[in-house]
């Protein structure tokens, strides 16, 4: 973390040529369980990691707005009165998305000095750990705090939000960026992504004696393009269907209904949300109720779910997963939207050499490319670091 802080530091000043008036950082975040259910109003269960997106940040006199990333060659300049999501394109999209945003959310962008950012980020790119949340959320606490707006946690999660669906246009919900704004150490956030009422849970993995691994199949995935919207186009279309505003009004007692109503795609994708729901539920009044080690079923049933009616996982997905329950794990699913990205596996620590042995082995046996697989720890949420 202060490796990151000092080459943040560092960055700016080399290419901005003064001190920064601070930095700020967020989280990636995993989500435990509760896939496809923020854009449908239903429930997440995600946490904070300890991967981190730093930034520093210095205002201007004039009404600049310059940002650049060790992620990139660049450095993107944009005046804030031009601030529109039809100027903004690429990676720049995000922190420059998050400035708009905040004009659409009440502040009074020809009232706020311009700025310089410099981003740096051990949040892994495109690999379901949402890195594109760590970024938005950084910048959002940033913005929040120098420009004085006051705005709370819920609604810098909503600009953030509004930056990727409008700025980048990757039709997501409102989860990952709850995730980083609201994520406490040892703790998941249950988000009701209706009422936006957040509840922090326990996870307890450490006295339990468990560890979450991630399984980063390095397969890239892209929420602008392809399987993330038609997802989403049949969930819409599901509900339409039924008759509600949307699949949170769906019960898994009205699935039998449903089935009479729907054609067969379309209620699968249905029954993945509904079900998710419950698993949703399910999952923390079981943490609640009996710990880390007694949710694993729960783990388990999402991935099936999300592999035969969401269909949205990919044979790596599937090796990953399967060979975590074989060889110790308490349970494991594919995270993340999907067709790429990581799957997670809850494992016992003394059996986690075991399983890392195991994937490499059973990857290498069916040809694909060697994942990368790390621990990742329930961490806090986004905060100023200077
Ligand atoms: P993820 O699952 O990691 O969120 P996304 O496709 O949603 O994947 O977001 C990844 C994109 O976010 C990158 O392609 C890049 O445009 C942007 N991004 C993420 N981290 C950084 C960074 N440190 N600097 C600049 N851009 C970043
Ligand atoms: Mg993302």
Do not use: K
């Not at 490796?3 to 989500?31: K, Q, T």
């Not at 995935?221 to 009004?249: I, Q």
Request: glycine share 10%; net charge negative.
């Amino acid at each position: 973390m202060s490796d990151i802080r000092d080459d943040v530091r560092a960055g700016f000043n080399e290419l901005f040529g003064y001190e920064p008036a601070g930095m700020w950082s967020a989280p990636g975040r995993v989500n435990l369980i509760g896939e496809h259910t923020d854009y449908n109003l239903g429930f997440v269960l995600p946490f904070a990691i300890n991967r981190r997106t730093v930034i520093a940040l210095g205002l201007r006199e004039d009404r600049v707005a310059r940002v650049a990333s060790s992620f990139a060659d660049e450095v993107v300049e944009i005046d804030l009165a031009e601030l529109s999501p039809a100027h903004l394109h690429g990676w720049a999209a995000y922190p420059l998305g998050v400035a708009w945003a905040m004009g659409e959310r009440g502040a009074d962008l020809a009232a706020v000095p311009g700025f310089d950012i410099f981003i740096e980020s051990d949040v892994p790119v495109g690999a379901g750990l949402s890195s594109s949340a760590a970024i938005e959320s950084a910048v959002a606490i940033a913005l929040n705090d120098v420009w004085h707006l006051r705005l709370d946690r819920p609604t810098l999660a909503g600009i953030g939000q509004l930056a990727e669906n409008e700025a980048v246009g990757a039709p997501t919900g409102i989860m990952d960026q709850s995730a980083s704004l609201l994520g406490r150490p040892d703790s998941a956030v249950f988000l009701d992504c209706r009422s936006l009422e957040s509840d922090i849970i326990d996870l307890g993995f450490v006295p339990a004696g468990l560890v979450l691994l991630i399984i980063d199949t390095g397969v890239s995935h892209s929420h602008a393009t392809g399987g993330y919207a038609e997802r989403r186009a049949s969930c819409e279309l599901g509900a339409r269907m039924l008759g509600v505003g949307s699949l949170r009004d769906v019960t898994v007692d009205d699935l039998p209904r449903a089935r009479g109503i729907l054609d067969d795609v379309t209620f699968r994708r249905v029954r993945h949300v509904v079900t998710e729901n419950q698993r949703v539920l399910d999952t923390v009044r079981t943490l609640r109720e009996s710990g880390p080690a007694a949710i694993g079923e729960l783990l388990d049933a999402s991935h099936l779910s999300m592999r035969n009616d969401f269909e949205i996982s990919i044979p790596e997905l599937d090796l990953a997963v399967e060979t975590a329950q074989a060889n110790g794990a308490i349970g494991a699913r594919m995270t993340g939207g999907g067709f790429g990205g990581a799957a997670i596996a809850l494992i016992r620590q003394d059996d986690l050499s075991r399983l890392q042995v195991a994937i490499d082995g059973a990857f290498a046996e069916h040809g694909f490319r060697q994942p990368d697989t790390f621990v990742v720890v329930p961490a806090r949420g986004a905060s100023r670091e200077i």
